[in-house]
């Protein structure tokens, strides 16, 4: 085995333990409020999400993925470009660790593209990114929690409205059976965007190694790149079947308490953002984009007071720190691997 093609498979062998990690860190996005609802146990709602994170690849097209491949201008058979992965994925994984062990619900989309964005610009300087899509990202850092609390405002209004006439248990009953459904299309709509980040990364490496061509596409009906979808899906069911109750616990209970309408309005309206998003091949946060929703719902469902700014607040400096920290930290690890 060369050594290009040693480095090669450990990067994915990374790419995936950064995928399993996302979904490990991100599993809370799926399945906050069903359990802070009690409508399912962690443990069945944690398989309940995995299962759904895997069948996206069979509803989206890559275009996430494709948009991610393309963040730095790929140099073909450059053993550098190797290291901007590298250096890249282990700022991301960094990040995520150290961000779940404080129990703060971070992006890792974000955390990706900070990382690739980093180390891109210390392999070739402000060239070597397509702005175009890192820019559009950055936009979506506000958009996707805004459009979240938009949309999950208005359907708790709705909702409430529409059972307005139902008794408090009739309620519960009606709203418990509805979140199955939106946990489940959260967790399809998870699986989607956050899964297709990591087959851009693969798909970028093997293309800038030179062990696939630069017109490749990722397909299922493709032997060469259908591996990467379902290895990539896996990984991110995986992670999320090991999910991290610290950061279920910030995200369902400690901004705001929501009964199983609340949960099913704020998990609809996440998925329609993520669904939108995934669409035009945007990467958004899974995060931001809950995170928005449960504070909307909540401001309809248990008025402002209710909601513990204190705790959204630092859930909202860790978002604003996450590009620039895992920059920078990726940076310096390229810098590092250049001297060896």
């Not at 730095?72 to 995520?96: E, P, R």
């Not at 851009?200 to 596409?217: D, F, Q």
């Amino acid at each position: 085995m060369s050594i290009s093609l040693f480095l090669v498979t450990l990067i994915v062998i990374i790419a995936l333990g950064f995928d399993l990690a996302n979904g490990f860190h991100d599993a809370a996005n799926s399945i906050a409020t069903v359990v802070s609802t009690r409508v399912l146990s962690p443990v069945v709602a944690v398989l309940w999400a995995a299962f759904f994170n895997f069948i996206a690849m069979l509803i989206f097209t890559p275009r996430v993925a494709d948009a991610v491949a393309n963040i730095v201008k790929i140099g073909t058979h450059d053993i550098s470009y190797v290291f901007v992965i590298l250096s890249g994925l282990i700022g991301a994984i960094a990040w995520n660790l150290i961000t779940w062990r404080l129990g703060l619900p971070i992006s890792s989309s974000h955390a990706i593209i900070g990382g690739l964005g980093g180390a891109g610009m210390a392999y070739a300087g402000w060239e070597a990114l397509r702005w175009d899509i890192v820019l559009n990202t950055i936009l979506f850092i506000v958009l996707s929690p805004l459009m979240g609390f938009v949309l999950g405002s208005l359907l708790m209004m709705l909702f409430m409205w529409i059972s307005r006439k139902l008794t408090p248990l009739e309620v519960q009953k009606t709203f418990s059976k509805g979140q199955l459904i939106s946990a489940a299309l959260y967790s399809i709509g998870h699986g989607a965007n956050d899964a297709q980040k990591t087959m851009g990364i693969i798909l970028a490496l093997l293309i800038g190694s030179g062990y696939l061509e630069s017109s490749a596409t990722l397909s299922l009906s493709n032997p060469q790149t259908s591996w990467i979808i379902l290895s990539c899906q896996l990984a991110m069911a995986l992670g999320t079947a090991l999910g991290g109750w610290r950061i279920v616990k910030t995200m369902g209970m400690k901004i705001v308490k929501l009964k199983p309408i609340g949960g099913f309005c704020a998990e609809t309206s996440g998925s329609l953002t993520l669904f939108l998003a995934t669409h035009f091949g945007i990467p958004v946060s899974t995060t931001h984009t809950i995170t928005g929703s449960i504070i909307g719902v909540g401001a309809i469902s248990e008025h402002l007071s209710q909601i513990k700014w204190g705790v959204a607040a630092n859930v909202i400096w860790a978002w604003i720190l996450t590009i620039p920290a895992t920059a920078l930290l990726a940076a310096f690890l390229f810098k590092c691997f250049s001297l060896i």
